[in-house]
């Protein structure tokens, strides 16, 4: 069975992501980093549609529970060939309110997470000429947002990442996407009034906001054969807001 590891997969888009994935026949590697309940429940969620996961904690920006986590993954479902690098925070503020710790903090796992988890990833689908990655950006990488500047400077990082590796992969029969989402329902936007939520939904071309499995099921499409010819790609679920 190919195995998939979904980065932050314990809640929102990576939940979703995870329980497609498994619909296609993956064991499904479920990342966390506190909340092994959620982790538990995503899985429980994929065994009971008959599939195989495993929850596996890592705080993303740390190299070394990084390493840890692969091992465990090696050794608890065999090697990676789906790699989704979904695990994400946001901030909201003025940069200059900012602190130095608190802007490191917010890239690291935003923006070096991903490169530390990829890079970690990417030797044994290297080996076996074979291997998907997708990476999650957010459509304020690639418009901008006021409040937002570092977590919007991240998603564009993101977005240059995927388009650089899948130059440097490509000739190596490996595929890197990047998947864009708009406003989307999950804890992430916990703190928006039900007013902000509905001048959103006003805004939207198609009048709603996403849910995690309008981005769950993009990944899944990317994943599989079905985009075969994709790689360096941004595609966007957004409703249509940008
Ligand atoms: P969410 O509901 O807040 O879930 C975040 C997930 O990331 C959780 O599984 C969390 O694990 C995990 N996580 C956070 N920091 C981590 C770390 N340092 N190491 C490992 N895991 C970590 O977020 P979401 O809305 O689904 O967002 C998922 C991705 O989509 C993010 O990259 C986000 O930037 C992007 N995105 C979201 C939206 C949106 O509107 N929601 C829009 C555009 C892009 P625990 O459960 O253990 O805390």
Not at 108 to 126: E, I, S, Y
Not at 210 to 218: E, F, I, N, R
């Amino acid at each position: 069975m190919k195995v998939a590891l979904v980065t932050g997969g314990s809640r929102g888009i990576g939940a979703a992501a995870a329980v497609e994935l498994a619909r296609l026949g993956y064991a499904v590697a479920v990342n966390y980093k506190s909340n092994s309940e959620a982790a538990e429940s995503v899985c429980n969620e994929i065994r009971s549609l008959g599939g195989v996961a495993e929850a596996f904690q890592a705080d993303i920006s740390d190299s070394r529970a990084l390493d840890r986590m692969f091992s465990e993954i090696h050794s608890g479902l065999g090697e990676i060939s789906v790699l989704v690098n979904n695990a994400g925070v946001a901030y909201i503020g003025l940069l200059q309110d900012m602190s130095d710790n608190e802007i490191k903090s917010l890239s690291d796992v935003n923006l070096m997470g991903a490169m530390l988890v990829t890079r970690r990833a990417v030797p044994d689908m290297l080996r076996r000429h074979d291997g998907v990655i997708i990476n999650i950006a957010s459509m304020w990488g690639e418009v901008g947002a006021s409040c937002e500047v570092v977590y919007s400077a991240c998603k564009a990082g993101i977005i240059g990442f995927t388009k650089a590796f899948s130059k440097e992969l490509g000739p190596s029969g490996i595929r890197v996407n990047c998947v864009s989402p708009g406003v989307i329902d999950t804890d992430m936007n916990s703190e928006l009034t039900d007013e902000t939520i509905s001048e959103l939904c006003e805004e939207t071309p198609l009048l709603r906001i996403g849910t995690p499995s309008d981005v769950g099921k993009t990944i899944a499409f990317l994943a599989s054969d079905e985009a075969s010819f994709i790689t360096g790609q941004v595609i966007s679920v957004n409703g249509g807001i940008i």
